[in-house]
C-alpha cells in the first residue's frame, strides 16, 4: 500500500457508494426504471418524470406482485395477451384486452375491472406509487384482470402489442400540456391515434375524457378526422358522460377548480 498521502487513495474510491445503475429495478423483482432506455425513438414524449413517494405498502405490493402482475414497457418483443392474462387454470386467449393509458393512481381501473370481470385491462403508466397502489387494489379485491405495464404506452403500443389486437383503449384525463409550446406533447394527436387504430379491433371503443376544453377540442377535431373511427355520437360531438366511468382522481381536482369534462366515445371501423 503507498505511504505516499498525496498518491491516489483507492480506499476514499471504495468508500464512495456506488452509483445506482439506473436500469436496476427500485424494487428488487419489481418495475425497472426506463424499461425501454433510449434505444426506442419516442416522437411523442407525452408524459413528466413523476417522482411520488412510494408508501411502504406500495413498495410492498410492488415486491411481491411484480413478478406475477407487471410488464415492463422494454419494447423488445411481442405479447402473447393471453399469455399475459393467464391464470393458474391457464391462458385466456379469448380474453378481451383494453389498454388503459395513465392510469395514475388506479383506483377508477380497478373499479372498472371489479364492474367487468369479463375483460382484461392491461393498465399502462410510468408512476411507480400509481403502480404499487393499482397492484395493491387488485389484490385485495380479488381482481385477476389486471395487469400493470410500467414504461411509455406509446412503445407498448408500436412495439409490443399484435396489429388489431384490442378491444378497447382508454386515455382518462391525459396530461392536457397547456402551454402552446408542449402542445406537441399531447398524446391525442394523429399521429398517435393512427398507431392506436392499428392495434385495435374492429368494433373497438375509444374512449377519451378531459376537463380541459381546449385539449377536449383538439381530441374531437383529431378523431373526427381520423378516417379510422366513427363517433359515437350521432351528433358529432362529446358524448354523456357514462355511468361505467368512476370518477378519477384528476377528475376530481378538475371538477374543485370549476372545470367542465368532456368524454369523447369512438368506435374503431372496418377500415
Ligand atoms: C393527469 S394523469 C391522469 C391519471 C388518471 N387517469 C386520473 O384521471 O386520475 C395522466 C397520467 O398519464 C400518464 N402518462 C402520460 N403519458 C403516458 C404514456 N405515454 N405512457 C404511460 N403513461 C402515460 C402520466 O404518468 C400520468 O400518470
Not at 392491461?122 to 393499482?134: I, K, R
Amino acid at each position: 500500500m503507498s505511504e505516499n498521502p498525496t498518491a491516489p487513495d483507492s480506499h476514499v474510491e471504495r468508500a464512495l457508494p456506488a452509483p445506482r445503475d439506473r436500469s436496476e429495478p427500485m424494487f428488487p423483482g419489481g418495475p425497472v426504471a426506463d424499461p425501454a432506455g433510449s434505444h426506442h425513438e419516442r416522437r411523442i414524449r407525452s408524459f413528466r418524470p413523476r417522482r411520488g413517494r412510494v408508501t411502504p405498502g406500495q413498495g410492498e405490493a410492488l415486491r411481491r406482485l411484480w413478478p406475477q402482475w407487471g410488464l415492463d414497457i422494454d419494447g423488445l418483443s411481442r405479447i402473447d395477451l393471453g399469455e399475459l392474462f393467464a391464470t393458474e387454470a391457464g391462458p385466456r386467449p379469448d380474453l378481451p384486452v383494453v389498454l388503459e393509458i395513465g392510469f395514475g393512481m388506479g383506483e377508477a381501473t380497478a373499479q372498472m375491472a371489479a364492474a367487468d370481470p369479463g375483460t382484461g385491462i392491461l393498465a399502462a403508466d410510468v408512476h411507480t406509487p400509481g403502480q404499487g397502489n393499482l397492484l395493491a387494489l387488485a389484490e385485495r379485491n380479488g381482481l385477476d384482470t389486471i395487469r400493470v405495464a410500467n414504461g411509455d404506452a406509446i412503445i407498448l403500443l408500436r412495439e409490443m402489442l399484435a396489429p388489431a389486437s384490442l378491444s378497447g383503449l382508454r386515455v382518462f384525463f391525459p396530461d392536457p400540456w397547456p402551454k402552446k409550446r408542449h402542445h406537441k406533447r399531447r398524446l391525442i394527436q394523429p399521429e398517435f391515434i393512427e398507431l392506436a387504430a392499428t392495434r385495435m379491433k374492429p368494433g373497438a371503443l375509444l374512449h377519451c375524457a378531459t376537463d380541459w376544453e381546449p385539449y377536449a377540442e383538439q381530441m374531437l377535431e383529431v378523431l373526427s378526422a381520423s378516417p379510422a373511427f366513427d363517433n359515437s355520437q350521432p351528433d358529432g360531438g362529446y358524448a354523456p358522460r357514462p355511468d361505467f366511468r368512476p370518477l378519477t382522481k384528476f377528475e376530481s381536482q378538475g371538477l374543485d377548480k370549476g372545470h367542465l369534462v368532456h368524454d369523447l366515445i369512438f368506435r374503431r371501423n372496418d377500415t
